[in-house]
């Protein structure tokens, strides 16, 4: 059966240290992959994206990277700050015709950066 | 920056009723979705549209569920008769061809 595990549902972090998420599917095939942040009661909000030829990626303090062997994602965010604290989601790109794609999530890791 | 915007951001239904829940995606997308996250629980995919037409739709996305974009700007799911089940939050979401999806911050629909 398919399944996106993200590896735990929360996380604790001192500040100033670096937070490691780790996203893990079985049975799909996805062009890209994608990480979002869900604060409560508002939408995912895109955060970087991760294509199957590509290893590594980044933006400013955050880094992904994607091995396709594994079948894993590893999402870390450097020098982490208590406004880092929200919902992180990891989502699959399934290709779902005429160049559209529909997202998988996983269930999401919850942050919390103690001050 | 440009973003997608929901409306209503809540909106109340007795069990049965018809509800429309409308969007506007980022003007130059050409791709549209829509999700939904049940209290506690993963953002599930309902459907994606392109060209005026249903691209791929998953098993919840039954017959009293439609989609529509009927102007150049909107883009809307209806629930024809809705049910206890159907109570969650409804994510829109657009995209470029081959790009990330940007969603907006949802609808709380509320069956009664």
């Known amino acids: 059966s398919q399944k996106i595990e993200q590896n735990s549902e929360a996380l604790n972090i001192q500040e100033g240290k670096t937070a490691t998420l780790t996203c893990n599917y079985t049975n799909y095939s996805p062009a890209y992959l994608q990480w979002y942040r869900q604060d409560p009661g508002r939408g995912p909000v895109f955060l970087l994206l991760i294509r199957e030829n590509e290893k590594e990626k980044r933006k400013e303090r955050l880094k992904v990277t994607f091995d396709t062997t594994l079948k894993q994602s590893l999402f870390h965010i450097t020098a982490s700050q208590p406004a880092d604290s929200a919902t992180y989601l990891c989502a699959l790109a399934l290709h779902s015709g005429a160049g559209s794609y529909q997202l998988t999530f996983g269930k999401g890791t919850k942050l919390s950066v103690i001050p | 920056e440009p973003e997608v915007t929901q409306t209503p951001s809540h909106q109340v239904t007795q069990m049965g009723q018809e509800v429309i829940l409308r969007c506007v995606p980022i003007?130059?997308?050409?791709?549209f979705y829509w999700y939904r996250q049940i209290l506690g629980q993963k953002v599930e995919f309902l459907v994606s549209?392109?060209?005026?037409?249903?691209?791929?739709k998953s098993e919840i996305f039954d017959d009293q569920f439609s989609v529509e974009r009927p102007d150049g700007s909107n883009f809307t799911l209806k629930i024809r008769s809705t049910k206890l089940e159907d109570s969650a939050m409804y994510f829109c979401a657009s995209s470029e061809a081959g790009q990330p999806q940007h969603f907006g911050d949802g609808t709380r629909l509320s069956i009664l």
């Open positions: 003007s130059n997308h050409l791709y």
């Open positions: 549209f392109y060209n005026n037409e249903i691209s791929e």
